[in-house]
């Protein structure tokens, strides 16, 4: 009787052990999904547009205009992805665009730094703040109902602006863009799409073809060629100068480095120029940006 009255006590600690556990892990899963759900929040906004091309290249140039490369633009995912380096420290960002409803575009705005997410409310506040300046549009929060605006510091904010993401890493992501970055309701005579060439200057090799979006006169992309890999950015003026820059690497030898800058004037069919890279392996390469 004993050892029967021992064992039931004993289940007895299990049972409550196992309750225990199970209500422990149904509020870390609560907890979990409802982080998530508030991330979600922080990172969308909605616009009263339904014009994605207009959208996707406003992204763009108020990534630029925050001191990021874009890595990738595809119109048809409403996707761009983008990086802002420094040192050995990485931030990227990825942005998408989607259709809301008859009447809205949804742009959510995801932040990496260190493999790990961005969850700082003012980060995505000041990329949104950004982008409606540049929309012309406000950027309404998506938690609330249509044609309820966020705070008008957010949307309407005069002066310059920072973007900054956690308070541990504000001296990394804080970069100051001031309000004449918005975007003009005439678009500079070079934006659009172009096909941009690079392959060497020597004939060797293969030419890497690049389809290089110019937002509001400027553009950024990256290129593989004949076992060079690289990156480079530009800006096109009214009076059709081409200023670029950008970093080319061999292999990806951290001894064959080096670096690409160069000026080009609009020839009527486009910008052409062969550059020599500053690297301690020197290459020369052949650049064209064609309509």
Known sequence: MKRLVGTLILWGYVLVAVVACQTDARQQLMATSGGQVELRSIQTRAFD???RVKTLTTVIATLQDLEFLI???????????????KGLAQLRMSVTIHPRGSDQTLVRASGQFKLESVDDPEFYQQFFAALGRSMFLTAHDVAAPAGVSVA???????GPISASATSSHSSFYTT?????????????????VWLLEIG??????DKDRIRAVVTNGRFSTQ???????GRLGGEINEFGILSAKGTVNRNNIWYSKGALAFEARFDGGGFRKVVDSKARVSESFEISMTR
Do not use: C, M, Y
């Open 49 to 51: 547009t339904t014009d």
């Open 71 to 85: 890595d990738r633009a595809d119109a048809s995912l409403g996707v761009v992805t983008a990086t802002k380096t």
């Open 152 to 158: 008008p510091s957010e949307a309407h904010g005069e």
């Open 176 to 192: 100051t863009v001031s309000a004449k970055t918005a975007t003009s309701p005439n678009p500079p005579p070079f934006d659009g």
């Open 200 to 205: 060497l200057a020597n004939g060797g090799g």
């Open 223 to 229: 290129f593989t060629t004949s076992g060079w890999r």
